[in-house]
């Protein structure tokens, strides 16, 4: 097409008088240079995919997956992991109380509900061990979902403030006022609040400090998400403004120490990140390692204490809490161990499977193709 | 163009009845006409502006965008971005807008830099000084204020500024010189020849008193084509009418040569010129490549559709339960809620149709145009196709045709100019049965060694003196050969000049390489042609004494009389008519002479491969010669019909001849055409033959340029069979004997290389192809058509002799429409192959010495026959299988990108979600994947240059468009589709129910942290993006430094880029959701384990599968791949230089062997033999040990 056009161009031809003197000269010119890119004949290496030269490569795989495999199969075998589920769909269950099935249709909890799950431990957590909430079912990656946030009001920008962007509709304003933190992410804060405890075999209990901080993405932290005016006075920052309306408190209320206030909150940062999948798991608290002889958590019997606000009912979700130590690779992940070593084994057998079929047919037609 | 069309169609309509007539009326000089002579209604031209631009300054942004979107491609992305324009979709408008108007704006640029330099020019031709005659006075005027009327001055070197009929010159005699090469490409001199009447006018003043009208055709853009009759008023007598023909108009476009001046009067201006009329562009050939990309666009078209149906219904399924289209954290808004649901369904539908549209790309038509754009510079480039005689190399006329080259099953050539070099040379004639050899052979030098050959078979009797004498004269009088003295000539006559040097610094010019031929015989048997002055032909005799014959009428050459004649008198008074002809014109018409003697020579002659003429005369009385006059008179004068009339009056006239005798003029073969013919067939290609020669001259070039072998079994199919039996059982008969063979075939040639087997050649003469093709009464005419077909595709070679052009288009579209559609080539020099050249596939034109109109309809236009070899094997192939990977890799690679997505809408509760970010969608095609295809389908190189000349069996390995079928394009899709799974489910795996963390050591000591949406998608995207260009890199057998800096510094862009854009809070961007994603991926440690086993688990099964295929069932290219790494290190290096000393060789062999050819037939035919094997040396057939693929390159470079 588009040397057509310029051919075009040529055939108009526009005769003058010069362009035909000047034909003879130009002639000259026209031969091509003998460079090797125009003449096609650039250096250049030429690899070919035989199973010789491949052979070893799948070996190589092989002798390079397994192990890594075995290691990562190892390590996650290692990671000691308990989940706990505490929706409470079911009568049996200790926060059937408090669910929304018990509650009927009233949908105004007046008074927060607490309920408590008793489990044991049987082997100690030695290193320290991160707490998660669970949801499933839970759509944060739906589009109408994902879209509906103001990171420039996240980010501190006052206009942004008191006039959302309106991809948080229907949670933009409230009674006439803008809500802040506005968008159906924020506004669907998850508001269970757990708390661990040990309990000893004599009965008595002692909570378990949990780590608030240190949860979210440094950079989510100190960069992204900021408190507009600053961390002070955040009470009078956002008076013009309405709190989303299924929270309880206003967002400068969500803690009292004022780095971890207001959009800042590690909790809410956290929940930010919409997940990817509907069934995940968001981090939740820390659990330090005290000195290095006791482990994180000891061998025993342990209350899960909760304050039972989230209602994930309506639409069957469930809600869990995990806690699980770490490794070098992360969490527990079977799947990357066991992918390895099937990877791995599957390049090792088809470097076998192609070795007979070099030796036997390669010597049948073609016995020089395999370079030394 | 459409201006003047519509502006005609005003004229028309407006200016009323009288300008229906198909002619026109012109006032020389708009002076009024006499009184008396018919009412006129003025006519309005167009004024003389050329207007070859496409826009205005106004009109070119909504013109060109019209034309743009008037290409479906980008009209669909124009409706994509506006549906994401209007509804609220999933992706923003950026990522379908920024590339559609990247490619927009990009076009637009290079069509608007065009239409900027074409309006440069228009301005400086339409400003250019012209000098017109008003009232007696020259006056400078601008081109383009030309009127139809005006009466111009053109000087020397001057091109003319619009079409002129031709009054007078400053040469006495009325005549000018003229070459048309921008034009037609002839850069041979024409002369024109003033009108009668006018030639006398010579100045200003003498012009501008010239009463006379014209009345002329309306424009049409034949060029050659014009008559038209020009009325002069004298003294207020009756009017002298004259005709007017084709060689008193002066063409626009045309240069005035050796002229000092010229008076015309403008009869044509502006876009009625002829050459304006001819502007009009061919119609777009497409190639088969083009075809099947449009039937995959197709495919996947139905795929995007079916995905975002799919998609839609499940959507509504599963949002049945309110709680999972509402649920409480996700509320719609008021005017969501109340949307129509089948509206909603539908807008629901278009965001599905954008989230996937990815899948065709519309990059993928950027980078085929570049791809074809750019690549076709190779061709250009190309030091081995550019010839150093004519001082060019390849053009490229139409780079969509590339591929196209790597696809051609049919080979259609011209004979004369293309086989054959159309540098004639006079070999020998015959008079009344005596032959006569001139002494030495010119071809641009004298050859050494040729004093002993005999100069003339038998000494010619006393008697035979005075007819012989005749001959000579004959010769020297019968042609339209002009002299010209200056040695300014261009590269084509140089041979010529040389050859003429020794005797006189004349050349001679004709636009037949025949004539000159003969006129330079003559003048080395004694007569030489000196010039042409006032109507007198001088001619230098034995006696070196000077003759001169006046010139009274020439009856020039036309290819259906297929002679010339002319009337001269002799000093003497006698009225003498010389004719010369093909031998088949001229025998019919002769009544006395030695006919059976000549016609034996020429017989013989023929069979040798030379082009024959005979010539005959007559004397003619006064009174005889005046009615001849009469006759033709009328007939030139003729406004209607005139061709006819003219042929009716040549037809009587040339009548009652007295045969001479013969010559016979020899047209060496192209060099290397016998290799080049052997390579086609080699590389399974079916090479015809269409020449309007006869068939024993014919044949003998096919033999010689080994077309046919000696084996080869010779299939007629000629009037003179079909004469004895009838058509109907010659065709079957041929087509058992045909059949026969081919049942034997089947058995014993599965090794499928057809050497060793008999083949067929098959000739056709025109005559006999027309009532093949010809509906007989029966309506049986699709049956002979089918078994001649039949036959044909049997036949190795076929022959068709004596066809006229349009035959040859005929023969070209009967084979296209044949039911297996094979890809046609036709390659020609000459006018005459115009109609095939347009007609097939890809028109090849050669820039011969018949001018370069072969060469302008062409799509590919090369110096030499030869090059035809470089041309289909090398580029042809290359072309072909580069563009193959890049239409089946866009496909592949937009699979992989766009099924993740579609997968991910699963578990998204099909909200259209997408998973990668905006950046991403609209970068993949752009930036990330673009460039590496783009250099591979440019340099890409599966085997060497080298084999590939030296194997042509590997053209084979891609023919019938092999690399684009519909298996391996499935092939292709399953390999994105399952790259696409791994890719999805490997990160799925990776998130679900487990944490994909990172341990932060970057970050914080010893931190967890949770990974969201778009490190799953970023996840996913640079797995997709590592895989789609490391199975390039696979794929690529060409590694220059080229493809290492693509391929490795696309990847690091890419990394680059996800650095910069997640490391920065971009203040322009409403969302920041892309902020630090990719740094935080890349701190964790199982992020870079799952994407390096992601990566080696999609590129696993191709290379099991490559591998595996090479082993059991390799092609002829891995074949030779292979041999040739083995190879390398020893046979490469010597095989260079050498084969470069060969070709010298060849050519000094060539001429050693010229004249002993001539000597003794016998020793020619062996010589040929001889010459032939080594002449072609096979490459290592390919199962052939490597000790015999040294030996016969050995061979090559011995010869």
């Known amino acids: 097409m588009m040397a057509s056009s310029y051919s075009a161009k040529e055939e108009d031809g526009h005769p003058s008088g010069a362009a035909g003197t000047s034909n003879s000269s130009a002639m000259k010119s026209k031969k091509p240079d003998n460079t090797a890119f125009k003449q096609q004949r650039l250096p250049a290496w030429q690899p070919i995919l035989t199973a010789g030269t491949v052979l070893p490569a799948f070996f190589v795989i092989g002798l390079i997956f397994i192990p890594i495999g075995i290691g990562l199969f190892v390590t996650s075998n290692n990671i000691k992991e308990i989940e706990i589920d505490y929706t409470g769909t079911d009568a049996s269950e200790p926060c059937y109380s408090c669910s929304d099935k018990s509650k009927g249709n009233s949908t105004e909890p007046t008074t927060p509900c607490t309920c408590e799950v008793s489990f044991n431990l049987e082997e100690p957590f030695e290193s320290n061990v991160f707490m998660y909430y669970g949801l499933s079912n839970f759509y944060q990656n739906h589009r109408r979902y994902v879209k509906s946030r103001d990171d420039s009001q996240l980010n501190g920008d006052i206009s942004s403030l008191t006039n959302p962007s309106k991809e948080c509709e229907p949670y933009r304003e409230s009674e006439k006022k803008p809500i802040a933190p506005c968008g159906a992410i924020a506004n669907s804060l998850f508001n269970d609040t757990l708390k661990l405890f040990f309990v000893f075999p004599n009965g008595s209990k002692s909570e378990i400090p949990l780590i608030k901080k240190g949860i979210a993405w440094w950079t989510d932290k100190n960069v992204k998400f900021r408190n507009p005016g600053g961390n002070n006075n955040l009470t009078a920052v956002f008076s013009g403004t309405i709190k989303p309306v299924n929270w309880k408190i206003p967002v400068y209320e969500l803690d009292t120490d004022p780095d971890n206030n207001g959009f800042i909150n590690e909790d809410f940062i956290v929940w930010m990140r919409t997940a990817a999948l509907p069934t995940f798991r968001k981090l939740y608290r820390l659990i330090e390692k005290k000195n290095s002889i006791t482990p994180a958590l000891a061998r025993g019997n342990y209350t899960l204490e909760i304050i039972y606000n989230y209602p994930v009912d309506k639409f069957e979700g469930r809600k869990r809490m995990i806690l699980s130590t770490i490794s070098w690779m992360g969490g527990k992940n079977p799947f990357l161990g066991i992918a390895y070593i099937t990877v791995g084994s599957v390049c090792f057998f088809l470097g076998v499977v192609l070795l007979i079929i070099h030796h036997k047919y390669g010597n049948r037609n073609n016995s020089a193709d395999i370079p030394n | ?1199």
């Not at chain 2, 069509?111 to 301005?123: F, I, P, S, T």
């Not at chain 2, 010189?177 to 024109?192: I, M, N, P, Q, R």
């Not at chain 2, 094979?822 to 050249?837: F, H, K, Q, R, W």
């Not at chain 2, 992989?896 to 997408?914: A, D, N």
Request: charged share 20%; with cysteine.
């Open chain 2, 1 to 1199: 163009m459409d201006c003047s069309y519509i502006r005609s169609l005003i004229n028309r309509y407006c200016a009323g009845e009288e300008n229906w007539v198909d002619s026109r009326t012109i006032y020389v000089g708009h002076r009024e006409p006499p009184p008396g002579a018919e009412a006129y209604i003025p006519q309005r031209y167009p004024d003389n502006r050329i207007v070859s631009s496409k826009y205005t300054f106004w009109n070119f942004v909504p013109k060109n965008l019209f034309e743009q979107f008037r290409r479906i491609a980008n009209f669909y992305f124009l409706i994509i971005f506006l549906v994401q324009l209007i509804i609220d979709t999933p992706t923003s408008p950026v990522t379908s807008g920024l590339p559609l108007f990247f490619v927009i704006t990009v076009t637009a640029i290079k069509q608007g830099y065009e239409d900027w330099l074409r309006h440069k020019a228009d301005n400086a031709v339409n400003r250019c000084p012209v000098h017109i005659i008003q009232h007696g006075k020259v006056v400078r005027k601008q081109s383009r204020k030309l009127r139809v009327g005006d009466i111009v001055l053109v000087k020397e070197d001057e091109t003319f500024p619009c079409d002129l009929i031709f009054l007078s010159s400053s040469r006495e005699d009325g005549t000018c010189f003229v070459t048309t090469a921008s034009l037609d490409g002839e850069s041979s001199h024409k002369t024109y020849f003033a009108v009668q009447d006018t030639k006398s006018f010579h100045t200003e003043e003498e012009v501008d008193r010239i009463n006379a009208t014209i009345e002329c055709e309306q424009p049409q853009p034949d060029l050659y084509k014009f008559v038209g009759r020009i009325n002069i008023y004298q003294n207020r007598d009756e009017p002298a009418a004259r005709p007017l023909g084709s060689e008193n108009l002066l063409l626009r476009g045309a240069t005035l040569k050796n002229t000092e001046y010229i008076f015309g009067v403008a009869i044509y201006t502006g876009m009625e010129t002829k050459m304006a009329l001819n502007y009009q562009s061919k119609s777009q050939k497409r190639s088969a490549v083009e075809k099947s990309m449009n039937a995959f666009l197709v495919v996947y078209l139905c795929i995007l559709i079916s995905k975002a149906l799919v998609n839609t219904v499940l959507k509504y399924v599963w949002q049945s339960n309110p709680n999972r289209d509402e649920p409480w954290y996700n509320q719609k808004t008021e005017s969501e809620r109340q949307r129509n649901t089948f509206l909603k369904a539908f807008t629901d539908f278009l965001a599905f149709m954008v989230l996937f549209n990815y899948i065709i790309p519309v990059s993928m038509y950027v980078t085929v145009e570049m791809q074809k754009f750019l690549g076709s510079y190779f061709i250009t480039w190309d030091e081995e196709m550019f010839d150093d005689e004519l001082g060019e190399g390849a053009l490229v006329n139409t780079s969509d045709l590339n591929e196209e080259l790597g696809q051609v099953e049919y080979v259609f050539t011209d004979k004369t100019g293309t086989l054959t070099e159309n540098n004639m040379q006079f070999i020998e004639c015959c008079i009344d049965g005596h032959v006569y050899v001139p002494h030495a052979i010119c071809n641009g030098q004298i050859m050494p060694g040729t004093t002993g050959i005999d100069m003339i078979d038998s000494s010619p009797v006393e008697e035979g003196m005075e007819s012989e004498e005749l001959f000579f004269r004959a010769l020297c009088l019968c042609h339209t050969v002009q002299v010209k003295e200056e040695e300014t000539i261009d590269g084509i006559k140089k041979g010529l000049q040389q050859c003429s040097k020794s005797s006189s610094s004349s050349v001679y010019i004709s636009s037949s390489p025949d004539e000159v031929a003969l006129v330079e015989g003559m003048k080395r048997l004694g007569f030489t042609y000196l010039r042409l002055k006032d109507s007198y032909m001088e001619i230098q005799n034995r006696e070196d004494s000077i003759e001169r014959f006046e010139l009274m009428e020439v009856l020039s050459f036309d290819s259906v009389r297929r002679r010339m004649s002319v009337i001269v008198r002799s000093h003497t008074g006698d009225y003498y008519l010389f004719c010369k002809g093909a031998d088949s014109s001229i025998f019919p018409r002769v009544i006395k002479g030695k006919v059976e003697q000549v016609r034996a020579r020429v017989e013989h002659n023929a069979v040798e491969g030379l082009r024959t003429l005979c010539v005959a005369y007559k004397m003619l009385k006064k009174d005889e010669y005046e009615s001849v006059c009469r006759q033709l008179n009328s007939a030139k004068l003729a406004l209607h019909d005139r061709e006819k009339k003219l042929a009716e009056a040549y037809d009587e006239i040339e009548q009652d001849l007295i045969l001479l005798g013969a010559t016979a003029v020899e047209d060496r073969l192209q060099e290397k055409a016998a290799d080049t013919i052997e390579s086609l067939h080699k590389a399974g290609m079916k090479v015809w033959v269409l020449t309007g020669d006869k068939m024993e001259t014919a044949a003998a070039t096919c033999y010689a340029s080994r077309l046919f072998h000696r084996n080869t079994q010779i299939l007629e199919l000629t009037t003179k069979r079909t004469e004895e039996q009838s058509l109907h059982d010659v065709l079957f008969e041929l087509s058992r004997t045909v059949h026969q063979h081919s049942g034997s075939l089947s058995r014993d040639s599965i090794s499928g290389l057809s050497q060793d087997m008999q083949d067929y050649g098959l000739i056709i003469d025109g005559a006999t192809l027309s009532s093949v093709m010809k509906p007989t009464e029966d309506g049986s005419s699709g049956n002979y058509k089918e078994i001649f077909l039949e036959i044909c595709r049997n036949c190795s070679a076929v022959l068709c002799c004596r066809m006229a052009p349009l035959q040859k288009a005929q023969i070209v579209k009967l084979i296209k429409a044949s039911k297996e559609h094979p890809i046609t080539l036709a390659i020609g020099d000459g006018a005459n192959d115009v109609s095939m050249i347009l007609e097939a596939h890809v028109g090849i034109g050669i820039m011969g010495k018949e001018g370069r109109q072969a060469a302008r309809n062409s799509d590919y236009a090369i110096p030499k026959f030869k090059h035809l070899k470089k041309m289909l094997l090398v580029h042809g192939h290359y072309y072909y299988i580069r563009i193959a990977e890049l239409v089946q890799y866009f496909f592949y690679k937009n699979v992989c990108f766009i099924f993740p997505q579609f997968l991910y809408q699963f578990f998204c509760g099909f909200s259209q979600q997408p998973l990668y970010d905006t950046a991403y969608l609209t970068l993949y095609n752009i930036s990330f994947t673009s460039l590496p295809i783009l250099l591979y389908s440019l340099i890409e190189q599966h085997v060497g240059m080298d084999i590939l000349k030296k194997d042509p069996y590997l053209y084979m390995d891609i023919s019938k468009n092999c690399l684009l079928r519909w298996r391996t394009f499935i092939y292709w899709t399953f390999l994105g589709v399952f790259d696409a799974l791994v890719f999805f489910f490997g990160a799925y795996f990776l998130f679900d129910n487990t944490t994909l963390t990172s341990n932060g050591q970057l970050m914080t000591a010893n931190t967890h942290l949770m990974f969201g949406n778009w490190t799953f998608g970023t996840l996913v995207f640079t797995v997709l993006v590592f895989t789609v260009t490391l199975k390039l890199a696979l794929d690529t057998h060409y590694w220059t430094w080229i493809n290492h800096f693509v391929i490795w510094g696309s990847l690091l862009f890419y990394v680059v880029f996800s650095l910069l854009w997640g490391g920065i809070i971009w203040p322009f961007l409403n969302y920041q959701r892309m902020y630090y994603v990719f740094m935080q991926m890349l701190s964790s440690g199982p992020a870079w384990l799952g994407i390096i086993l992601l990566i080696t688990v999609s590129l696993l099964p191709d290379v099991v599968k490559k591998v595996i295929c090479r082993q059991l069932w390799p092609t002829t290219a891995e074949k030779i791949q292979n041999a040739e790494k083995q190879l390398k290190p020893d046979g490469f290096s010597e095989f260079t230089p050498l084969s470069s000393l060969h070709s010298s060789n060849y050519r000094n062999s060539d001429r050693r062997n010229q004249p002993q050819r001539r000597s003794d037939q016998l020793s020619k035919k062996l010589m040929y033999t001889h010459w032939g094997n080594h002449d072609y040396c096979t490459f290592s057939s390919l199962s052939v040990s490597d000790s015999k693929s040294n030996s016969s390159s050995g061979l090559e470079t011995s010869v």
